[in-house]
T-cell receptor
């Protein structure tokens, strides 16, 4: 069956450390993989997009990797801050689709000062 | 600052009543999506439109849900009759999808603030 799994429902880390979130998928062939951030009571906000032929993308303190052999994406936040506390969602866009996203259930990140 | 807007932000209604949710996508975006979010299921796609044409609504119960896009500035999601299991947060998102087939370029989606629906 097809599924997207994010490694854990919750991740607690200390301020200043690197947070690493995992997204694994099964029986999908995504053309794109995206990461979104969602704060309580708000809609998801786009962070990064990586294409199937890309290995890594960076944006400021964020880095995402995409391994289509392992069917896995890793999302890193370096020098984490309490303001990074939120739920992070990975989402797949399938090739040939109309751009609709298939979401994982998210990982709730808490960064403690 | 362009953003997706949704109304109402909150809706409490009784079972059997009709509910209509509205969305104004970002001007210039050609694709509009409706998602539903619950604790159990996470974010699920209900329906989407490209250039106002419905592309897929297989994610929603056909007998009670309907989605329309009467013009480029308005998308609606209607539930009639509503049931307690419809209680969730409903998000509208818009985006720009360019090209077609193997030359399709997908871009990020911009989400609205959501409509929190409670059906008693």
């Amino acid at each position: 069956s097809q599924k997207i799994e994010q490694n854990s429902e919750a991740l607690n880390i200390q301020e200043g450390k690197t947070a690493t979130l995992t997204c694994n998928y099964t029986n999908y062939s995504p053309a794109y993989l995206q990461w979104y951030r969602q704060d309580p009571g708000r809609g998801p906000v786009f962070l990064l997009l990586i294409r199937e032929n890309e290995k890594e993308k960076r944006k400021e303190r964020l880095k995402v990797t995409f391994d289509t052999t392992l069917k896995q994406s890793l999302f890193h936040i370096t020098a984490s801050q309490p303001a990074d506390s939120a739920t992070y969602l990975c989402a797949l866009t399938l090739g040939g689709s109309q751009g609709n996203l298939i979401f994982g259930k998210g990982t709730k990140l808490s960064v403690k000062p | 600052d362009a953003r997706v807007t949704q109304t109402p932000r909150h809706k409490v209604t009784e079972m059997g009543q009709e509910v209509t949710m509205r969305c104004q996508p970002i001007l210039g975006h050609n694709t509009v999506f409706w998602y539903r979010q619950t604790m159990m299921q996470g974010l699920e796609l209900l329906a989407y439109f490209r250039n106002r044409a419905p592309l897929d609504d297989s994610g929603m119960p056909k007998d009670r849900f309907s989605a329309e896009m009467p013009d480029a500035t308005l998308a609606t999601l209607k539930i009639q009759p509503s049931e307690p299991r419809d209680s969730a947060v409903y998000f509208c998102a818009s985006g720009l999808v360019l090209g077609s087939g193997g030359h399709t370029v997908y871009n990020e989606q911009f989400f609205g603030p959501g409509t929190r629906l409670t059906v008693l």
